[in-house]
């Protein structure tokens, strides 16, 4: 044992933890833990918003599938950090948030920025803690990691008064380990419920997969890929499930739901079996409950009991690793008798089995379409692609072919506008080998264009697409289908981009027609530091497929042209 001071036990806590890059922005309270860092092996990366710093350990994550840590001081510091905790919570990511608290005795005076952070993030974090003593700060920073990386990851809060920073203590890190108790141990499957399951498959004539983001969070990509090797069922993934499975597989058939591929979506309303591995029905997915798959036995596998049956009855619902299910079941796998279900699964893709760009008219306008596809081609479907919220999100989704887990990078559930460029920081720095692509609206990247700063001073080899249309698109094109055009703040004034990063150092370029595209991807490709690209799209064009909120999932909405009978879209 030493005698440290709080502040010099967090760092060597983290170092212990296996932390190498924290995202933060110092202040008052937080003051004590800055400059002890300094002694220890650890990169700080000096974001612009708070906001950011949470992205950015967002992105680390879910990029590397380790634990990402932000750090802000209190008061204002620690409630911007509150859209990236949230978003966070919604897709299961673990990360821990560190804020600095006033002194403990002034807690409850109104201090100057003072801030209850513990009871605002209450509901978006899976555990938070207030430390107040130095003696404890060991403890709570190991029993967080554990608690953010366990069963269905989450996001942690700690928060530590400026007195626990500075005063000092015995120093134990053995001593400081969690007890058993701490998080609740996900049991093994059942031998009854594998056999449940196991024989609804085997009578399935219509079987279908539902693939979520847990199986890539559980690390069960390889189990899977043999669960769909052998049985030969085909899937459909979630917008996070997106890389669970080579999208060139052949039973890969695409996304599902609102802006899914169509034959996705028909063939979840026909099938006469659900496997539902790691995702949860949320609404996007589903459509229509009172309508959703009503021909449809329902096996729903997750590690979280409160998603069994919340939003969708199950025949069979079995709480679990993901990966152990898979286990256990392979010894008993066959190829199933489906050559009939898998020719009417051919015959709903029709000839728009793989979107084929050759297809799309280039009649001189330049589309969001054009500008994902001739990345994907660029880049031969190998990069990390962090996309924002918006039309551009759905598009890539259906025009950028992921063939591994862990390259699309976007938010999910609580559809976060300002996300990707700072996450894209995170998901660069876990993985400073990998190609780094930013895909990302004119209105979503002003959110957080700030951070264009800390790429420029971190000196980081990330390429910006911004697909700007001069709409905050998605919005726009729901104003155009349901509220007859009237376009209320949806257009959008932006700066000069190019001359925006310019003015940071980051080279830059403005393109409009398409064949332009390819040969300026190919020179970004090249150069050594940052590259954005401010892409003039078609200002109104929109996603098609759509499943109108709360409308019947096979009821979609298709692009009014010849290619809306392929599926299609241009």
Not at 134 to 152: H, M, N, P, Q, Y
Not at 452 to 468: D, F, G, P, V, Y
Request: with cysteine; proline share 5%; charged share 20%.
């Amino acid at each position: 044992m030493e005698r440290l001071t709080g502040a010099e036990i967090l760092w060597d806590c983290l170092v212990r933890e296996g932390v190498t890059d924290v995202f933060g922005y110092p202040g008052g309270a937080i003051l004590p833990a800055y400059d002890a860092m300094l002694k220890y092996p650890i990169r700080h990366v000096l974001v612009r918003h708070e906001q950011g710093a949470t992205h950015m350990a967002d992105g680390y994550a879910r990029a590397s599938g380790k634990v990402g840590v932000a750090v802000a001081t209190s008061g204002p510091g620690a409630t911007n950090m509150v859209t990236g905790i949230a978003t966070a919570m919604m897709d299961s990511v673990p990360i821990v948030c560190i804020t600095g608290q006033v002194g403990s005795k002034l807690i409850g005076s109104d201090a100057f920025q003072e801030c209850d952070i513990t009871g605002i993030t209450l509901p978006v974090t899976k555990h938070n803690y207030l430390v107040t003593r130095a003696d404890e700060v060991a403890a709570t920073v190991r029993e967080a990691f554990l608690v953010a990386k366990s069963g269905r990851p989450g996001p942690v809060l700690i928060d530590i008064t400026k007195d626990a920073q500075q005063s000092s203590c015995l120093y134990d890190w053995d001593a400081a380990a969690p007890s058993d108790d701490v998080v609740r141990r996900v049991s093994a499957p059942t031998d009854a419920s594998l056999r449940e399951a196991l024989a609804l498959l085997g009578q399935a004539k219509r079987p279908l997969v539902l693939a979520g983001h847990g199986i890539i969070l559980g690390e069960a990509t390889a189990e899977f890929r043999r669960f769909v090797d052998t049985t030969g069922i085909p899937v459909a993934v979630t917008l996070l499930g997106i890389g669970c499975l080579p999208a060139s597989h052949p039973s890969n058939l695409g996304m599902m739901g609102m802006h899914g591929e169509a034959w996705v979506n028909t063939a979840i309303q026909e099938a006469d079996l659900l496997i539902a591995l790691g995702m949860r029905f949320d609404d996007r997915v589903t459509g229509n409950l009172k309508t959703y798959a009503l021909n449809a036995k329902k096996i729903h596998v997750d590690i979280d009991p409160a998603e069994i049956g919340k939003n969708v009855p199950t025949d069979v619902g079995i709480v679990a690793d993901l990966g152990d299910v898979l286990r256990a079941w392979q010894p008993s796998l066959t190829r199933l008798d489906i050559a009939d279900w898998r020719t009417r699964v051919d015959t709903l893709r029709g000839d728009a089995a793989v979107r084929d760009i050759k297809n799309m008219p280039d009649d001189g306008h330049l589309y969001a379409a054009h500008v994902i596809h001739d990345i994907w081609r660029a880049t031969n479907g190998q990069a990390v692609v962090v996309t924002d919220v918006g039309q551009h999100q759905m598009w890539e989704a259906q025009y950028y072919h992921h063939e591994q887990p862990r390259t699309l990078i976007t938010s999910g559930g609580l559809g976060t506008m300002g996300f990707a460029l700072p996450a894209a920081i995170g998901a660069k720095k876990a993985c400073p080998d990998a190609e780094v692509w930013v895909v990302v609206g004119d209105g979503g990247f002003q959110m957080t264009m700030c951070e264009l700063a800390t790429i420029a001073q971190e000196n980081l080899k990330i390429n910006i697409a911004i697909i700007n249309n001069g709409y905050l698109g998605m919005v726009r094109q729901w104003q155009e289908f349901f509220y007859e055009r009237r376009y209320a703040a949806t257009p959008l004034l932006s700066p000069d981009f190019v001359k925006l990063a310019e003015a940071f150092g980051i080279q830059a370029h403005r393109i409009e027609r398409r064949q332009d595209v390819v040969p300026a991807v190919d020179a970004a490709r090249q150069h050594h530091g940052a590259v954005l690209f401010d892409f003039r799209v078609e200002q109104e064009d929109s996603v098609f497929p759509m499943v109108p909120a709360g409308a019947d999932l096979h009821k979609m909405i298709r692009r009014p042209s010849p290619l809306a009978e392929t599926g299609a879209d241009r």
